[in-house]
């Protein structure tokens, strides 16, 4: 089946299987290898992109349920960031990725581009959360190497909330 | 902001982060080769079965299938020399049982590979993997450590034991039964230290890669080991050592779980040189809990002599340790790494331990975080509790009472189990994280809990561990049978530009080898970090190494780095002195540059050095051009980090429910390279231990098949379970090495489940509750608040 979404900014279109997953999509056939898969049971966040500016699980949907969907994967993050003026530090990063360099947030780095896109979306829909709803926010990203310490506090870093 | 380039002691941004941050980097399941074939893993659904029949016809008539084989058809091709190894045989009479990568005529553990699809693509060999029939002679299963000991039935249908070997350390046998003789307080327990599933969050992944012109192989695994695999794999397939690369791209966590030799790595090597064709394959996460090897599984009995004030005068203790189907790699080492730790931080006088090992038909066990030790310290840290109980004093007091040296500073202590401890000054540890902790108000607002029936009630919980890393002397690990040393090889070059190229032997997975050893370089030759890279983790690139576990990385591979630094620094400076015209005793080395003493006007720096030995014009007469050294380090003895934890938690006393609601830990690693490293890396430890205590629990019923193995109801903890922690730090050197480091990868998991449990059960103890085994789920304590017994 033909499917066309646009990616990162970029008309992409491409003939799959109906049944290949979005993640499998986006890795294999757009070589967009920065999302990751962790898990079978969609339980582990680190396939999390944004679709139409929402976080979602990519292992969830299937390609060609994202027919015409603007997708941003992490590669895409820190452009999204600069065309809308948001870009920071030295890197030129989405304030989240630089919060995440600034507070060791990342380990293995496994975990990390899923975490960063739902952190991002959850402080879309949330610009001013507390510890308590951050931890809630980021339930459906596992992380195996930080305890999430960091990781809670990049994100509250980045709302001035930091402790 | 924080700093980005810095030496030892410099909590400086790790230069792994960029490509992490923006998906730049590659794991192994994120590259790809033309031709590439796609493994799919035919896994035996019972836990014990002899092989029928294998029906291949329907799959291999699949779109996209290139071949299917049984696990007979491969040991007919003979594409292996010997079985999957172990490194370890504890004992010369050990049992060891063969362990083919494919199962021949009988699967032990439900995920036994019993066949292997080859297809053109992930999706096609899952399909073809579902069309494979196979015909099974169901055995009875050994499902647990008691049935393997206690029922008739046999993991191998071929031994006549599940027993497979027995290992003992009691020094002075007489010394030990006569502190039992009549002890003033006994304390005698038993544990269970149940199984976990380590999970790493990248599943461990394949890809092996024929050269085409020649017999080379390439594999890329997500390993902690490369260097261990390469010679593992040679000997174990027959394929000529020097032919094999072996690389660990980036690597998603380890934990243990990715120091193994499994069959899905000798399977693919030997299948892509077999069929000139790339061969990669991908673990599903439900598929780990067959494919990746899990953790603990241990039934522990200790029991503390002890006199009137609770002084211990012995320790003994016995393990029943669960080997699952097969030995691994150092399956049955891992309840050893943790027997000389059963004394924990104590002045013991007479110390014994054995352990029995059974074969069960469970998923195999081998190292998980700490590896031995976490078990050590939790079996010591709640029997030392109980003690504490009998003598009717504090848990602080009674560490206090123990603690070797009487807490005070001591250097090279020789403990009971016959180790020599490097260092230790436990007193102001524990004062410390009592003080952070606000114990003294913890414990008066329990007791207002306590009185006022609150609903919530608080359990305090401590843990003063002590582990071993730095491993390990190589003659130590002979001494114990292990068949490898211990050694970390590091070279150190200046480039002919005057930056600095590192070597590195050991092979991280997360901890941020590139940052630290650019802050060891950037402190020892006075150069900037942003000025070396370090390159690791290709068998190519770095030929001579033993990777990474056992919190070994910095005491062993930094401190063979630091040396290598030492050596190039050395001959740097006859080039200077050369150039000088002086005498290499008359110049000094300070921040980089050389001078002659007492005419510091006149200096080179190192880093301009390079370029004269690169064009060798003007050496000194008998000189090797190049600036280049490399050292194999050993280490004389382990090292000893030490650390207090305590845990706070809040159970609902309507729902069982329990909270973790506050975590302090003071640790001491010895010197620290990079603190927000260290930090990270107990944040990480302490949670996973906390999980052990709190959610993790691998599932077996009664016939051997896992009830959990997905990420849907094996529970390891989100964001949403777990505080802020409160880390701080006393610094006591290690004697170990020059560098005076230790180690930080394991101790939260070390410090962290004893810490939590003995929380709950203090929470619990108005209940007249005296032990829980782990998990402590809501079920587990809302039954123990209603009976009192757990
Ligand atoms: S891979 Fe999508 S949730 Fe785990
Ligand atoms: S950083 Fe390793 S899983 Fe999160």
């Known amino acids: 089946m033909e499917v066309s979404m646009t990616v990162n900014g970029s008309a992409r279109s491409a003939d799959v299987e109906p049944r290949t997953l979005l993640v499998h999509h986006l890795r294999e056939e757009l070589e967009l290898t920065g999302t990751n898969v962790g898990c079978d049971t969609s339980s582990c966040g680190a396939c999390t992109v944004h679709i139409d500016g929402r976080s979602v699980k990519s292992c969830t949907m299937l390609a060609v349920q994202a027919e015409g969907a603007a997708i941003t994967t992490i590669e895409g993050l820190a452009d999204t960031a600069r065309a809308n003026g948001s870009s920071t530090g030295e890197m030129d990063w989405h304030p989240m990725q630089e919060a995440f360099q600034q507070c060791h947030a990342l380990q293995c780095g496994y975990c990390t581009p899923g975490m960063v896109m739902a952190a991002t979306s959850l402080l879309g829909e949330k610009p001013n959360p507390t510890e308590t709803e951050v931890r809630e926010g980021l339930e459906g990203n596992l992380c195996r190497c930080t305890g999430y310490h960091n990781i809670v506090k990049a994100v509250l870093s980045t709302t001035g909330g930091a402790s | ?790």
């Open chain 2, 1 to 790: 902001m924080k700093e980005t380039s810095g030496g030892i002691g410099t909590a400086m941004l790790r230069k792994e982060d960029p490509k992490l941050l923006t998906g730049e980097n590659k794991f192994v399941d994120d590259i790809h080769v033309n031709g590439e074939l796609w493994m799919g893993m035919v896994r035996c659904t019972s836990a014990h079965a002899k092989i029928v029949s294998i029906d291949t016809s329907g799959a291999e008539a699949m779109p996209g299938v290139h071949s299917v084989y049984t696990g007979k058809q491969l040991a007919d091709m003979e594409l292996w020399a010997a079985p999957l190894p172990c490194a370890w045989p504890v004992t010369e009479d050990m049992l060891n049982p063969p362990h083919w990568p494919v199962a021949v005529d009988t699967a032990r553990h439900v995920g036994e590979i019993v066949a292997v699809v080859l297809a053109d693509s992930r999706y096609q060999a899952a399909d073809a993997v579902e069309h494979v029939v196979v015909e099974y002679d169901y055995q009875k299963a050994v499902a647990s450590i008691a049935a393997a000991r206690d029922s008739d039935d046999k993991a191998h249908l071929e031994l006549d034991t599940n027993k497979a070997f027995h290992w003992e350390l009691i020094p002075d046998p007489d010394a030990l039964a006569a502190a039992f003789e009549n002890p003033a307080h006994h304390v005698i327990a038993d544990f269970t230290q149940q199984r976990l599933i380590p999970a790493a969050m990248e599943p461990r992944g394949v890809l092996a890669v024929p050269s085409p012109m020649g017999g080379e192989i390439t594999l890329y695994s997500a390993t902690q080991v490369p260097h261990i695999l390469k010679v593992m794999i040679a000997a174990t397939t027959g394929l000529p050592e020097q032919k094999l690369r072996i690389i660990a791209p980036s690597v998603g966590g380890g934990f243990g779980a990715k120091l193994n030799v499994n069959p899905d790595e000798i399977l693919a090597v030997t299948l892509a040189n077999r069929l000139g064709r790339a061969v990669r394959w991908t673990e599903t996460r439900t598929e780990a809990a067959g494919s990746t090897h899990q953790g603990r599984g241990q039934l522990q009995h200790i029991e503390i002599a002890a006199d009137e004030n609770g002084k211990i005068q012995g320790v003994r203790a016995h393990l029943d340790a669960d080997m699952g189907a097969y030995m691994m790699l150092i399956t049955p080492g891992v309840p050893l790494l943790g027997s000389f730790l059963y004394t924990g931080v104590y002045d013991v006088p007479a110390f014994g331990f054995s352990c029995d090992g059974y074969f069960t038909n469970l998923t195999p066990t081998d190292a998980y975080r700490g590896a031995g030790r976490p078990e050590a310290s939790y079996a010591i840290e709640r029997a030392i509790d109980i003690l504490a109980g009998k003598v009717g004093i504090g848990p602080d007091e009674i560490r206090r009472r123990n603690y070797i040296n009487g807490g005070e500073l001591f250097e090279d202590h020789e403990a009971a189990s016959t180790l020599i401890f490097d260092s230790g000054h436990y007193a102001p540890n524990l004062d410390k994280a009592l003080e952070i902790a606000k114990y003294e108000e913890l414990k008066a607002e329990q007791a207002r809990r306590r009185e006022s029936g609150a609903g919530k009630q608080l359990g305090i919980g401590m843990c003063t561990y002590v582990e071993i890393c730095g491993l390990a002397p190589s003659r130590a690990l002979g001494g114990l049978n292990y068949g490898a040393g211990g050694w970390e090889h590091a070279t150190v070059r200046m480039l002919p530009t005057g930056k600095v190229e590192v070597v590195s032997g050991s092979t991280p997975h997360g901890q941020g080898h590139e940052t630290a050893w650019s802050q060891i370089i950037a402190t020892k030759m006075g150069v900037s970090s942003d000025d070396v890279t370090v390159l690791h983790s290709d068998t190519a690139l770095s030929p001579l190494g033993l990777d990474t576990y056992g919190s070994r990385s910095l005491a062993v591979g930094g401190v063979a780095i630091s040396m290598a630094a030492e050596k190039v620094i050395e001959k740097a400076k006859l080039i200077a002195a050369h150039q000088f015209e002086a005498s290499p005793d008359d110049l000094e080395f300070v921040d980089g540059s050389f001078s002659v003493k007492g005419t510091p006007a006149k200096s080179v720096h190192i880093q301009e050095l390079g370029f004269a030995a690169f064009t060798a014009h003007d050496l000194p007469d008998g000189m090797e051009p190049n600036l280049q050294e490399q050292v194999s380090f050993d280490p004389p003895n382990f090292a000893f980090p030490f650390g207090t934890h305590v845990a706070v938690v809040e159970i609902d006393e309507v729902t069982g429910g329990v909270e973790l609601i506050d975590y302090i830990a003071v640790d001491d690693c010895g010197v620290q390279v990079n603190p927000m490293i260290v930090e990270g890396q107990l944040h990480g430890g302490i949670v996973q231990g906390a999980a052990q205590a709190l959610w993790e629990i691998a599932i077996y019923d009664d016939d051997g098949n896992p009830t959990n193995p997905s990420f849907m109801d094996y529970l390891v903890p989100s964001a949403a379970e777990v505080p802020f922690m409160k880390t701080d730090y006393t610094v006591t050197p290690s004697t170990s090495n020059p560098l005076g480091v230790k180690g930080a990868g394991e101790a939260g998991t070390i410090g962290s489940a004893a810490a939590v449990m003995n929380a709950v059960v203090d929470a619990l103890s108005p209940y007249g509750v005296e032990d829980m085994d782990m998990p402590a789920t809501p079920r587990r304590v809302w039954k123990a608040m209603q009976g009192g017994a757990s």
